[in-house]
């Protein structure tokens, strides 16, 4: 156990999962029809009990936040229940060797594969049948992106919330050279335009059209491409799928004028956030860091993520919370009934309100998206919710998170070198496959 513990990085997903908190069903899961959660909910309420029961979970939140979409939740379903926070500076590597593995762990769909790795989340699907709960209420893609994760026939953790990558744009900027304000639904050439026509020097500044966080765009890639074959454990990416995905963002930043060198790439938030000279920067919700912006003057609105003509009104694949049940709990059911609580109507619309996508497919809750978050007020909030998600890979192995590190890495170096794509990508596939190769099996 403790040779396994060391492959995996628990502190950046954990970070991932508190920003975050953001198909079909297959095998054995209870298919949409099955019964409806709240009714059958309530009908098994009995199963768990009536002594007061203490539930740990492992999450990142305010406290504000924990009464509001844990605590409260599961107290309206379930009185007994009480839920206590265990923070993420208690590292899950550490409390398994202390025993102190707690009930429910929160972190990103994407690391359920290490979880899974490490034996200590529980199967999920014999819950759903015995709770009677509806998996047709979630959003099939999401869904489908957390089973897929899962391994063939399983269920290894319930969505909770999204987590939606946008287009922000800098109002002043379109207005001080006469260009209109993106829109909803473009596509990526069309942002290529509008990104020529804004990167300008004036009065002695220098005005770049775009920039992106690079994380989102490769690891949950708009085309759903996969990095690492799940049957022969081999890099996927040397070929015309990524090959596309590198060409189209290093076009924008190959823009006479909009280039980066070793110092600016990466710079892109400050740039837009504090400097105000960039136009347009795609990224997830960072609402944190807005209305300090807003307040040093950035006039700023936001619109869908631009898409891929083969996948139009596509945004990138799921990033969000998923929430599993230790198999270590003495409280298993407990445990199941509080994550069911968390997936209500009631506590989904508080999590769309407060700035996360709900992981249902109601169109109604989705429409209260950002109500609570004040700087989306009398803007775009809508569009957090317009494009679908993508579908996720045919391929999700335990190397991923390593292959997308090195993806990120050569991306980087083809922009700061401009070495042809070719060139990087063949390096990235030895990179990759030398990586693995050395990995602990």
Request: net charge neutral; with cysteine.
């Amino acid at each position: 156990m403790a040779r396994k513990m060391k492959r995996f990085g628990f502190a950046a997903t954990a970070i991932a999962a508190a920003i975050a908190m953001q198909g079909c069903s297959q095998g054995n899961t209870a298919q949409p029809g099955d019964g409806g959660e709240t009714g059958k909910e309530n009908a098994k309420a009995a199963d768990i009990g009536t002594e007061p029961i203490e539930l740990k979970i492992w999450v990142n939140m305010s406290d504000d936040l924990f009464q509001k979409l844990v605590v409260q939740p599961v107290k309206l379903k379930y009185p007994n229940i009480t839920m206590t926070m265990v923070g993420v500076d208690k590292k899950i590597p550490d409390l398994i060797a202390a025993g102190e593995v707690p009930d429910i762990i929160t972190d990103t769909i994407g690391s359920i594969v290490k979880y899974k790795d490490l034996a200590i989340i529980e199967e999920l699907t014999p819950y759903v049948k015995k709770f009677g709960m509806d998996l047709g209420r979630i959003n099939p893609v999401v869904l489908e992106t957390v089973q897929k994760a899962s391994g063939t026939n399983q269920l290894l953790g319930l969505p909770i919330s999204g987590n939606v990558v946008m287009l922000y744009y800098n109002k002043d900027i379109f207005d001080k050279f006469g260009v209109p304000y993106p829109k909803d639904g473009m596509s990526w050439d069309e942002a290529y335009e509008l990104a020529k026509k804004v990167t300008k020097t004036d009065g002695g500044v220098k005005y770049r059209g775009f920039d992106f966080q690079d994380s989102f765009q490769f690891s949950a890639n708009q085309l759903s491409l996969s990095v690492v074959d799940d049957k022969t454990n081999k890099s996927l990416v040397n070929g015309e799928p990524w090959k596309k995905i590198f060409a189209n963002y290093a076009r924008f930043l190959q823009i006479p004028g909009n280039e980066v060198d070793d110092k600016t790439y990466g710079k892109g938030m400050d740039q837009f956030l504090k400097d105000k000279t960039l136009a347009m920067y795609v990224t997830s919700s960072m609402f944190s860091r807005l209305p300090d912006a807003v307040n040093g003057g950035l006039s700023f609105d936001m619109v869908t993520l631009p898409s891929f003509a083969e996948a139009p009104n596509t945004t990138t694949q799921v990033d969000g919370g998923v929430r599993m049940v230790a198999s270590t709990s003495k409280r298993k059911d407990a445990a199941f009934a509080a994550l069911s609580a968390m997936l209500s109507d009631e506590a989904q619309k508080l999590i769309a309100m407060n700035g996360n996508t709900s992981v249902l497919k109601d169109s109604k809750i989705n429409e209260e998206f950002g109500k609570n978050v004040e700087i989306l007020n009398n803007r775009n909030r809508l569009g957090f919710v317009k494009n679908q998600p993508a579908k996720p890979p045919a391929s999700i192995t335990k190397y991923d998170a390593d292959a997308y590190s090195i993806i990120r890495s050569q991306f980087k170096k083809m922009i700061v070198t401009q070495t042809d794509v070719n060139t990087i990508l063949r390096e990235a596939d030895e990179l990759i496959n030398k990586k693995i190769a050395e990995s602990p099996k």
